[in-house]
């Protein structure tokens, strides 16, 4: 028998060569993510309407190679395919999002009762595979009709998702338990209204998403306002819809990682990480903006209401977060902000997208850090992967080690995090399937299946061989 949550030292079974390995708590999810505008295709068929992401891929200059996701890896038409390979892989869970304009084509009015079948369909395809379906109903496919009335820095555009939230509750939740209202605020905030400059190997890039707008510092404050009110008031609709949901976020944690584990520097990265996430995850689970961020913002500070904030922080029955690397490596500083930040070096190991370097403790101290400030009642680690150099050998595989060790490392620091009492229910490897990766296109392979873009054929690559052992025998190998 598999120990609860609350374990230790006993967190161990032998495998069949007498060995030992960690194991999970019993009910610990393994699972895969996906995006709708990344796999799905068929932009246009049964009614949906366009979304922001169908608009934005078609602007020359702004797709890598002038990739679109007008057919992505066609999983509207093969998801009966997807899902056998799903349950093939062994998969426990599956995170998928929701196209709000394949519901609500216009943003608003009459739902189109084609894009609910299906994703009625889908979930019913998983319950009967045995693989739990976690809805997202936001990963950043903003109906084209909404961004033409101001998007996001419409308070309208919160509304409106509130709604959507609803519709998706009443139709989905007889069958689907848990649901992440948006993913990625900080970055679809940032990134879609002004752009963000990340160093890679020493140099500034800027990256940026959909709608792909120059906003001001206090336009963008005002947008992420109405993020995080979307999803209080998602939540607030849903469970007057649906009572019993298990409903949270699923955002981005930038965390601060102690560069060497002393009392100082975790006390640093504590401050560090809950400045790194004050606009988003901090207000939703406190219920209010920092005294030091509406301070540092000042006349940039967003407008808001009491009964604002009185939404942002409905009660929620877990939190999900992304995390591939920390936002910086941490120390102790004497100085106001109470922490500094330590570059990687030019050399640090890095994983296939440029952007990412190979810092697997992220995902102990992430979840640690996130429990020890909000205390939330659970954590689900929603998307960690990484970008490989994946090529088929001539007999037909994809050996991907490197994505392997990977697993193995940031799975490792996972299990430290459980097995000192951080209640992390579940894990969502990015990505079930290679797809277009926003701006950057087909050529940067997450999946643990391969896909060939030309042919559509579905390859399990050495991950995907790996995560099925480890799901089977819900522990490290």
């Known amino acids: 028998m598999i120990n609860k949550i609350h374990f230790k030292s006993k967190n161990l079974t032998s495998n069949a060569g007498g060995s030992t390995l960690p194991t999970f708590p019993e009910r610990f999810f393994w699972g895969i993510a996906t995006a709708a505008y990344q796999i799905e295709g068929s932009p246009d068929a049964d009614g949906k309407g366009k979304s922001i992401w169908d ?11 002038g990739d679109t996701g007008d057919v992505a890896i066609d999983h509207y038409r093969r998801y009966k395919d997807d ?6 892989m062994g998969v426990k869970a599956y995170r998928f999002s929701i196209s709000w304009p394949r519901i609500f084509p216009n943003g608003v009015g009459e739902p189109n009762p084609k894009g609910v079948d299906f994703y009625s369909r889908l979930v019913d395809e998983l319950l009967q595979a045995g693989i739990e379906p976690f809805g997202t109903l936001y990963h950043w496919d903003l109906p084209q009709a909404l961004q033409d009335k101001g998007g996001w820095q419409s308070r309208d555009t919160a509304q409106a998702f509130a709604d959507y939230a609803s519709l998706i509750a009443g139709q989905l939740g007889d069958r689907v338990k848990h649901f992440f209202t948006l993913n990625e605020l900080q970055n679809f905030v940032d990134m879609g209204h002004r752009g963000t400059v990340i160093k890679v190997q020493g140099k500034d890039v800027r990256i940026e998403l959909a709608p792909g707008l120059q906003l001001s ?7 992420s306002h109405h993020a995080v009110l979307a999803h ?23 965390t601060g990682v102690p560069i060497i584990d002393t009392p100082a520097n975790v006390r640093a990265a504590e401050i560090a990480t809950r400045t790194y996430n004050e606009r988003f995850l901090d207000v939703m689970l406190t219920g209010r903006y920092s005294d030091a961020y509406l301070q540092a913002a000042g006349p940039d500070s967003p407008k808001f209401t009491e009964a604002d904030l009185s939404a942002i922080g409905s009660p929620l029955d877990f939190v999900g977060v992304n995390i591939y690397i920390p936002k910086s490596y941490v120390e102790a500083s004497e100085d106001a902000k109470g922490f500094r930040e330590v570059p990687t070096s030019l050399t640090h190991p890095k994983m296939g997208s440029p952007w990412h370097s190979f810092i697997p403790e992220v995902l102990y101290w992430g979840p640690r850090l996130m429990n020890s400030l909000w205390k939330p009642k659970a954590i689900y680690i929603t998307e960690n992967g990484c970008a490989a150099n994946d090529v088929l050998t001539p ?7 490197d994505r392997v060790m990977y697993l193995r490392a940031v799975m490792s620091n996972l299990h430290r995090a ?3 009492g951080v209640p992390v229910k579940g894990n969502f490897i990015w990505s079930a399937f290679d797809n277009l990766e926003w701006t950057g296109g087909f050529g940067t392979r997450f999946g643990l299946v391969h896909i060939d873009f030309k042919t559509q054929k579905r390859t399990p690559k050495l991950s995907a061989a790996w995560f099925k052992e480890a799901s089977r025998r819900n522990g490290i190998v």
């Open 395 to 401: 007999e037909g595989r994809v050996l991907d080690t």
């Open 418 to 420: 459980i097995s000192e």
């Open 83 to 88: 899902v056998t390979v799903m349950r093939e």
């Open 55 to 65: 608009t934005y891929a078609h602007i020359p200059g702004k797709m890598k190679n």
């Open 232 to 254: 209080g008031l998602a939540v607030q609709a849903m469970r007057a819809t649906r009572p019993g949901l298990l409903l949270g976020p699923a955002d981005v944690l930038f």
């Open 217 to 223: 510092t206090a336009q963008v404050n005002q947008v």
